[in-house]
């Protein structure tokens, strides 16, 4: 159940990253070095451990629609290469989109069997990122390993999925999975070469996107249905593009916060070798060794853990020149 936040009959405990004032990571911090707040109280931290090279299941979902044939192989490339810098004990699985999910590989520590999946994708048109999330966050039940996280890598927004961006954010919050996000350009820019996928269903012309948050209260994505474009790990838009002039561009207003209910990361990244952006390699080497330096932190509430409500959770260390990057809340019921 790990990966962000678990509940078990006693115990809370989450996932938290800490990084220092150049975004190195932060090691060797203990119970003394955090502070833990629920619902505005301080909570006594009873665990603290780093993750060091943690046994994981992991869910790969790739985005396999037409407008991904010049990257593909790129792609692909990356992704074998990232599974193969993880713990030989992970198990994982590789799941494919286009205007339908597939698992193209069932979960597995062999190395060999995700390579081969990875070199027999096959494109189609749509993209059902959504949908995607969705049966990737159930499939991840099946994974043998407490810690549990997605890599999705798309380089469009959704077109035709059946679930909706507010069930998706619902679908992260209450899954405990951590959510890396990765939006593939092949220029680093606002456009994207290749095929373009078709119209996005009339239902979505002209949605504002919205977030639920506990009890029901939904607000706008900021921006409304403007799409941005933001620089990696989240933070103020780097610029702003029309619908109708984007279409084609990977979301990364959505995929911020889709990875960001699970204070996981999202990152734009370009498979054109000669462009400045950061490109899919280093970003893989970055979620690799973040995943690697985590700390699982665990507290004892002071009410039942089934209780039926949402809880808002807050994390800091006493270092106050270091930034905590973990779960904001949890929901008091069966897991």
């Not at 469009?156 to 939006?183: F, N, P």
Request: proline share 5%; glycine share 10%.
């Amino acid at each position: 159940m790990l990966a962000q936040l678990s509940v078990d009959v006693n115990l809370v405990t989450f996932v938290a990253t800490v990084t220092d004032s150049n975004g190195r990571y932060v090691p060797n911090l203990g119970k003394n070095d955090f502070i833990v707040t629920e619902d505005g109280k301080e909570q006594k931290v009873a665990i603290v451990e780093q993750s060091g090279d943690p046994q994981m299941s992991i869910g790969i979902l790739l985005d396999t629609s037409e407008s991904m044939r010049s990257k593909i192989s790129t792609a692909t490339a990356s992704v074998e290469r990232f599974v193969r810098s993880l713990s030989s004990s992970d198990d994982m699985f590789l799941m494919t989109f286009d205007g339908k999910t597939r698992v193209e590989q069932n979960f597995t520590s062999d190395r060999n069997k995700i390579s081969k999946a990875l070199k027999n994708v096959k494109l189609g048109y749509g993209t059902v990122v959504y949908d995607a999330v969705e049966k990737g966050i159930l499939k991840l039940r099946d994974g043998k390993h407490p810690r549990k996280a997605i890599l999705l890598v798309t380089d469009g927004q959704d077109h035709g999925s059946q679930t909706s961006l507010e069930q998706a954010m619902e679908d992260v919050r209450e899954s405990h999975v951590l959510l890396y996000c990765l939006g593939v350009s092949a220029t680093g820019g606002n456009g994207r070469g290749g095929y373009p996928d078709p119209p996005p269903n009339s239902r979505d012309r002209g949605r504002t996107p919205t977030i639920r948050l506990p009890g029901g209260i939904q607000i706008p994505l900021p921006g409304g249905p403007i799409l941005r474009q933001f620089p990696s790990g989240g933070g103020r838009p780097s610029g702003r593009t029309s619908p109708g002039a984007g279409q084609d561009a990977a979301d990364m207003q959505v995929l911020n916060s889709l990875a960001s209910a699970s204070e996981g990361k999202a990152f734009l990244v370009t498979t054109a070798s000669f462009n400045t952006s950061r490109s899919i390699d280093d970003v893989l080497d970055e979620i690799s060794a973040e995943l690697r330096s985590q700390y699982n932190i665990g507290y004892y509430p002071d009410h039942p853990l089934n209780d039926g409500k949402w809880h808002q959770v807050a994390v800091h260390t006493r270092n106050s020149t270091y930034e905590v990057r973990s779960r904001k809340e949890y929901f008091g019921g069966q897991q």
